[in-house]
């Protein structure tokens, strides 16, 4: 048998198909009441009423990839953080694990000195 | 400087330049040659220093076959001002533009090239700024005349 | 002669306010916590185990339906109504009394409206960006701790759950920038997601502080270890940065000003929702408005006490779900406060906001909060 | 057949759908988020498999932040995404073939061994530390404790990857 | 275009460089205040170029002028700075009484004075509730415009029209003032000085306008004389420069006042000297309530037949530096009518100092300008 | 463990989804599908220690703590191929494979 409550993430599960129903529903709605007149200027992209130059899959510029970068590394810290915070209350010396922890943010830490010195953190 | 200084200056400056103190402003009219020398002295000139591009506009005289491009400058230090008139030849008009002296006089020589035709040679970037580039004619001549308004203005 | 004493019967607005209080205390004693084991013993002897988590689970997606409609209903009209407070006018004032039935309006005349998809929008991907947006925030939805034993579920793992979940939004605006095939979708929609991404990190120290400090992930553990005094104050004060930043941090990952940059529409127009139109664009505005409230209830559940009373008040009785949206709503209201009187800022700002001054101090205050936390457990 | 054998084999499913359109689809953005639909799934399948925490965390790290990080990628380049050229080589065909090889021998082997008896005697080797304790709290116990120098160890290739990869992406022409 | 090195924001500093993309803002755009585009060319979301194009709303005012008989004029200065169309009307009719050689009677100078005044202040109360919108402040904008309904107001009561006054008229005014007249200017002065202040409190101190508006889009004072720039954008940058007192006209030299001067030529600077041209002319109807002599309002105008010759003739409205110049034939109607429009120049120097910003700060900037597009194009 | 799924069935999968990626691998002109392909690939690694974790030792966390140290792993691994894909636009302008022709020199 399962270590772990399975109903509860069920619920949790299920509220995803809740969400995406619910939309369903209301779209439903719409689908009855509204009008469709489609006609080729409508269909057109929005640029303020003017011809879009050029397509709007250009190429970004790489700082939206370095923010969402380091994004990652920090995110992954967390993660690891999770079960830190989670059990620090079960240690009945909280000192030593805590000192991991402090080397493991302080190393984390340096990165982003690191990366805010490099510049990787200034916006575009 | 009072008018008749800043006239006698101008004159000075640029002998063939037709000098009239009598109208509102003091006014030098000058030929096409000399034109762009007298602007340069007046901008750089520091008992001129006409640094301030009032306004700029022009003036179609289809009678005189000619398009005069009437310059109001101003002197922020002096607080003089002066009208300086070019003009262009109607068949063909062209003037050496002064935008690299006054920024200011960029879009205005921009606005007569397309309401009046007028050509600003060495202008950095003479488009139509009103109206569309497909535009046909310079609606700011007396001789323009457009099927949806003519005749009747209203 | 002199006037008839006045009759000692309460006037009629003060019964029907004491009428009123009874509606609202009769089911929030019936709610706490005995609903489910109530059906799951009715139904036990008719249905399978799983039949009844599924009736069990269509009852919660009804309810949740009708919150979820009936709590934008309410925050597009609060909305408007503190926008109006802060703007010296009346706000919706015609459709019903004092404006109230303005969202039934709204909600009309979205209904009607065309649903177009631009001609070169990447079509599939552009019609299922709103279903993400608000699976995303339903997901999230079901962890709120409405009052003890009120909740959808209560995961194990709730606090980190809902870190993970409400990342998943940034997701449906990526669809969204990209599919519309539009400049400022696409620029809207980036920012967005370099910001959503960004401002989730410091919530989550935050979140991880408030884990440490009260030695559960659960969210409604978290509310009970509350019971002898707000984390607010309990954590030191550790607890006032945390929300702090958690309130900030919180507004700038649900897009709302003053960090409302990927719908700026000073600069580009609408931002990732710029295409879309009618119902569909309103479950974007719908998942933005269940974001807020997600951001309200959470700071409230994190260090408000969620559904617990304060200390001296708790003699009054007052249910926890009054309490829960008492102080949900009060945080709304700061939130939208925030927006109606803060400029926007600018994105590199905003990046450093996030990365050079919030994201170092909630380390500092996850670590301040580990000592805290050390130190009192001798 | 029990719910969960039926969300497993729901999510199986649709895993491997996902994951056949990641590497099919001819728009990379839509791979994207094929993948995010693949990983999403396993997600649930490792719920089921008790690992709750690393469910939760594949949530986080995978769907919720390396794909961010692909779809960056992927509209820094974006044109690729736009083409309507194929998205395979021309070793898609060989590749394909030696894939479906190597999936049917794994498989004729997977079911050819005996899982049951090996389930049978399934170690009770119950971690001393995680004595009782939730999934989570449990990781964190033996990570902090046992697991220490490991930890750092992540830390430091954390380091090294956000140091490599902002000097890689950021060096201009080569 | 030359060089925008001088002007390049600090963010953009090294070589980043991917693909340049060129995004659209207008002419249909909710920052653009009416009917301008700008094609900005952009890297990243840093400004590589701006090339605004105006005339989308050009109907050859000065075309038209030919065509018609001078006092019937008047009306077309309206349509062009519509916020402020006191002072539009003025410039007009100044240069046909210089034309003229007519003496205008002492109380149609002061009653101008005082209605180009009241107009200044209800533009700028405008502009800074629409500044303000532009960066995100939404409730900023109806503190300007709850202050500038007053001012319509007695306009309206003055002359029929709350935006289009067509109230000047050569060789006077339309009417005389009303019998409320200085009692509600007298209200107006007085709401205005504590709504000045009450700006300053709400908008000048906050962290995120300061840094949305300090150091951003700076024109230098060669600049913004070189651009032709008037008003205060070109008294933002510094150069104390107003026609009221430089080039007096009117009953100006009788009033006190001062010429607030910014110091770096940035979009703070502007706000500011906006806001204190405001304190400033509240001083100016102060002064001119007082001295107010009785009168004729209006001079004994024969026939308008100014003599043949060229005249310039120029002013401050709101905007800056608005000049007419005319050449008369000696007929009933202009041969040749030109109106220098102190938005034109304004916006002329907008390509040159947006550069290197981003495009949040471009909105910024152009807000700062306070341009007026019917101004523009005429 | 799954009631009513044997370990080899979640194997099954875990084979599968590696052989995917593996197609997707070889086969992907783009390199951001490549590294689509490797991620999946890590994914079916990760899924083999869970499994073998809940099957064979269900009181044990010794193989979800290493997927906690894989996943890192993979998330680096991510940033630095990504990296390694946008430096190779900025040089080539292409992303295809093909293109990446660096040490041919």
Known sequence: MSLINLTAYGYAGFFFLAGIAFVVGGLAAAWVLRPSNPNPTKLDNYECGEVPIGSAWVQFHVGYYLIALVFVLFEVEVAFLFPFAGAFRLWADPWGPMAAAGVFIGILALADAWAWRKGALEWL | MERAELLAAVVAACPTAAVDAAPQLPEAKVPREAFRPLMERLKADPALAFDYPMSMTAVDWPEAGAITCVYHLASMAHGHKIVVKCDADRARPEVPTVSDLWRGCEWFEREVYDLFGVVFTDHPDLRRIMLTDDWVGYPLRKDYRDSRIAGKPY | MTPAPLPLVPPPAFRLGAFLWKLVLTPGAALSGTVAPALRAALGPHLPPAGVEAVLALLCFVAMSGFVTVTALVLTLAERKVAAFFQNRKGPNRVGPWGLLQPIADVVKLLQKEDTVPRAADRPVFLLAPFMAMAATYMVLAVLPFDRGLAVTDLDLGVLYITAVSGLGVLSILMAGWASANKYSLLGGLRSAAQIVSYELSPALVVLSVVLFSGTLSVQGIVERQAAGWNLWAMGPMGVVGMLIYLTAGTAEINRAPFDLPEAESELTAGYHTEYSGMRFSMFQLAEFMNMFVVAALTA????????????????HIPGYLWFFGKSGAMVFVIMWFRWTFPRVRVDQLMTLEWKILLPLSFLNLIGVALWTALGMK | MTLPALVFYACALGALVCALLVVSSRNVFHSALFLAGALASLAVVYLLLDAEFLAVVQLLIYVGAVIVLVIFAVMLTAKVGLSAAPQTNRLALPAGVGAAGLLVVLQRWLLATPWAQAQASAAADRDPLAAGSPNLQALGLSLFTRYVFPLEITALILFAALVGAVLIARKDRP | MDSPAPNRAPQAKDALKTEEYFINMGPQHPSTHGVLRLVMRLDGETVLQVVPHLGYIHRSIERMCEWDVYPQLVHFTDRMDYLSAMSTNWAYVQVVEKALGLVVPERAE???????????????????????????????????????ELVVDLFETLCGQRLTY???????????????????????????????????????GNVIFRQRTEGIGILSPEKAVGYGCGGPVLRGSGVRYDLRKDDPYSVYPRLKFDV????????????????????????????????????????????????????????????????????????????????????????????EISVGWKIADVVSILGSLDVVIPDIDR | MIPGISLGQVLALSAALFCVGLYGVVTRRNAVGVLMGLELMFNAANLNFVAFNGYLHPLALTGQTYVVFTITIAAAEATVGLALVVSMFRARRSVLLEHADLLKG
């Open chain 3, 301 to 316: 559940t994190l260090f408000l006490g969620g559904w617990q009373p304060l200390g001296p008040l708790a003699a009054l």
């Open chain 5, 110 to 148: 002061y009653i101008r004075v005082m209605v180009a005044e009241l107009n200044r202040l209800s533009s700028h109360a405008m502009w800074f509730g629409a500044y303000c919108m532009d960066l995100g402040a939404a409730s900023a904008f109806f503190y300007g415009f709850r202050e500038r």
């Open chain 5, 166 to 204: 067509n109230y000047m008229r050569i060789g006077g005014v339309s009417k005389d003032l009303t019998e409320d007249f200085a009692p509600r200017v007298r209200d107006i002065c007085e709401t205005f000085k504590r709504a000045v202040d009450e700006y300053e409190r709400l908008v000048s």
């Open chain 5, 260 to 351: 607030p001067v910014g110091s770096r030529g940035d979009c703070f600077d502007r706000y500011r000297v906006r806001l204190e041209e405001m304190r400033q002319s509240v001083r100016i109807l102060e002064q001119a309530l007082e001295q107010l002599p009785g009168g004729a309002w209006m001079a004994d105008v024969k026939a308008v037949r100014p003599a043949k010759g060229e005249y310039y003739a120029r002013l401050e409205t709101a905007r800056g530096d608005m000049g007419v110049y005319f050449v008369s034939q000696g007929g009933t109607k202009p041969y040749r009518m030109k109106f220098r429009t102190a938005c034109f120049s304004n916006l002329s120097c907008l390509p």
